[in-house]
Nanobody
Framework: VQLQASGGGLVQAGGSLRLPCAAS????????TGWFRRAPGKEREFVAAIKWDGDTTLADSVKGRFTISGDGAKNTVFLQMNSLKPEDTAVYYC??????????????????WGQGTQVTVSS
């Protein structure tokens, strides 16, 4: 499975970005797609995840500002980020689970990862 994360860029605080994560490659069943981020000097952290049936979970730090949705026909998951803050600055990665369908926030549970896209929010 290859994952292509894109849509990152430079935006002012209060602005919005939408990050697509497109999956391609082997015909594996994708049960869960998650987004994680790593800010400079910080540990990687969970942002959001969506299960194949549409169930979602979000980190407390982004609830009310970010949403995650999927386009199954295109094997693409979107992270819509609104009301961005400087502390949202990070490299954002998407990842998928292909063996089980538990909606998890643990990065170690994900099987395949994309290359990351940089999001920079200026104050």
């Amino acid at each position: 499975v290859q994952l292509q994360a894109s849509g990152g860029g430079l935006v002012q605080a209060g602005g919005s970005l939408r990050l697509p994560c497109a999956a391609s490659g082997r015909a594996l069943r994708i049960y869960v797609t998650g987004w994680f981020r790593r800010a400079p000097g910080k540990e990687r952290e969970f942002v959001a995840a969506i299960k194949w049936d549409g169930d979602t979970t979000l980190a407390d730090s982004v609830k009310g500002r970010f949403t995650i949705s999927g386009d199954g026909a295109k094997n693409t998951v979107f992270l819509q980020m609104n009301s961005l803050k400087p502390e949202d600055t990070a490299v954002y990665y998407c990842a998928v689970r292909t063996r089980t369908w538990e909606l998890t926030t643990d990065a170690g549970d994900y099987d395949y990862w994309g290359q990351g896209t940089q999001v920079t929010v200026s104050s």
